[in-house]
């Protein structure tokens, strides 16, 4: 099983802060069809569904500084310790992505076109 983390800070002054809601829903679903957990980096535990919050107070408003801050804590936490791979919270696992860990890394980017 892999941990497919994404981030959702919700700001509820911004007009769109549950536009997102629905993509955190596909992604959860995608892991569920593969077997993978996900876990929602959050300062609003209630963006959590069934457990799969990981609670960051005091995150900045600023989105750049709080997805760093948050995915250090995560980084750091007992969580990390098992495979896992980074995301946004507009993705879906379109694929089971376990092949990716069948060789040893500790670091893997991906790039597209820009």
Known sequence: ??????????????????????????????????????????????????????VVDGLPDNLMKAIIRGQIAYLLSPLAKDDTILVGADCVLARDPTEVFDRPFDIAFTTGPF
Not at 19 to 37: M, Q
Request: charge should be negative.
């Open 1 to 54: 099983m892999i941990n497919v983390v994404s981030f959702l800070a919700p700001r509820h002054d911004h007009p769109f802060y549950r536009d997102y809601s629905p993509f955190l829903n596909i992604l959860r679903a995608s892991c569920k069809k593969f077997g993978h957990r996900h876990i929602v980096i959050t300062d609003d535990e209630a963006v959590g569904v069934e457990g799969d919050a990981f």
